[in-house]
């Protein structure tokens, strides 16, 4: 018992998988839609025409029977029938039309007596019923039982007399005599009627095998073109080709085709960079170490090396080992922008304080070279940003700004607001950067002189990390330089953070 129920706990959800899959898969649905648009007129079609024909063949017969019934009440009243029913004659007519029908027939006369009964039974009782109550009024009536497969029918015997009315007017009425109660077998017309809703059936199903076998035709001339897009993709992702695809059999299968060729031309350009990123990270790791290497091998090789010599070196290798610490910083940095903005903590920041801040910070190294820092605040400003990822991204501005700055120049940082964004602007009388630099200055290890760049301790990720953090805070970053004259960065960052 148990393991039938287990047997059925595996093959229920199969079963079910199954048909979901039958049903997402455009095959299935074709199928469906077609079996729909053949099978429900057929169905429409099957029931119409059997209603139809169920209702003229009721109709034919009764009126068949209505027609005989009505001479044989003639007849009956020519023969005194009611009075005496012991004719031959009628008695024969009787049975030949209860025979006909396949049914039953009552005479019953206006005493609500039955005079004959073709089956035997009820001769000589008593009828009360509505139908034959209202015929004996003159009123005839057809009742069709479709469950019991019979048509009954009541038709007055009616007799034209003279009217009772001063003699010579010549007047007639009709006078109800009695009633026929016949009862006709439908058996004929339900036979027809189930052979027709076999013919039918059968139809139906020659029209489903023939959707089947359509469906089947059908699917495997509309999907060829996409079997072969399935086909040029598998090629692709087991390295076969790199060539684009091409499926021009229609428009569809063309249209994916140039998409998928789009997002495969950004993978490669994603993984192009991705190779480039990891190379340069590889050299400039390595070119400290190189330094420090070829230091220390010739402090090892040399004899007798003074002491000065010795100092030197070492202050060389300290230094070598300071700035490959500031790049591992920077790249870490910039592994933690390349994450999404969820991961951004954001909470409400004293701008201006901030500022002053890294201002305070970066004082020291402007001194050094006798750089003026100024600092312009507009108006006070409050803003939802992540506090150290600012921070850092407007450092590295102001950093550089002093870096590539000349002896005894300016450093001026203006902060202003407005109703929607506040604005950091860095502006130096520095080296500048050449125009035609300007659009690579934010690309990962590019500097514009790299000798120079080094030599004050670049590594040409600082404007990286900052054009990151301020894209998570759906800012801008714009750069004005004049090469010899100085440059001007513009940081613009909404107030209030705007989560996606
Ligand atoms: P680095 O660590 O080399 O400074 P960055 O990414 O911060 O790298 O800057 C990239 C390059 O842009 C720098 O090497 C420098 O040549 C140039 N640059 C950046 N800021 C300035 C500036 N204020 N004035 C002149 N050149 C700049």
Known sequence: MCGQSGGLDITL????LRQITFLRSLKGRIFLILLVVGLIPCFIMRYAILQNYERRAVNVRTSDISTQVKIL?????????????????????LDQLSNLYDGRVLIINADLRIVKDT??????????????????????????????GYIEMTVPITETVDADLP??????????????????????????????DRQALVVESIVGVLIFVMTLAVSKYLFAPFKKIIEALDQVQEGYTNDPISVTDCLETEH??????????????????????????????RTPITSMK?????????????????????????AEIEREDKIINDLLSLVKMDRTSADLNIS????????????????????????QLVYESLRPVTASVDEVKLTLALSNLVENAIKYNKEHGFVKVTLDADHQFFTVQVADSGVG??????????????????????????????????????????????VVSVEGEGTDFTVKIPLKYIAV
């Open 13 to 16: 959800p199969n079963i079910k």
């Open 73 to 93: 009440a003639n007849h009956l009243l020519t023969y005194h029938y009611l009075a005496d029913p012991s004719s031959e004659v009628i008695n024969a007519e």
């Open 119 to 148: 089956y035997g039974i009820s001769q000589g009782k008593t009828i009360i019923s509505e139908e034959v109550i209202r015929c004996l009024s003159g009123e005839s009536a057809n009742k069709y039982d479709r469950e019991n």
């Open 167 to 196: 003699v010579g007017t010549g007047e007639k009425v009709e006078v109800v005599r009695g009633v026929m109660l016949v009862s006709a077998s439908n058996d004929s017309i339900i036979a027809t009627m189930n052979s027709l």
């Open 256 to 285: 994916i085709g140039d998409a998928f060729n789009r997002v495969l031309g950004r993978m490669k350009m994603l993984d192009d960079s991705r190779q480039e990123f990891v190379s340069n990270v590889s050299h400039e790791l």
């Open 294 to 318: 070829v230091l220390a091998d010739s402090l090892i090789t040399q004899k007798d090396v003074p002491i000065e010599v010795y100092q030197e070196f070492m202050t060389d290798i300290a």
């Open 348 to 371: 409400e920041v004293d701008i201006n304080a901030l500022v002053e801040l890294i201002m305070r910070r970066l004082r020291p190294i402007a001194n050094r070279r006798d750089i």
């Open 433 to 478: 950067i050449p125009e035609e630099e300007l659009e690579h200055i934010y690309e990962r290890f590019y500097r514009v002189d790299k000798s120079r760049s080094r030599e004050i301790g670049g590594t040409g990720l600082g404007l990286s990390i900052t054009r990151s953090a301020i894209l998570m805070h759906r800012g801008t970053i714009k």
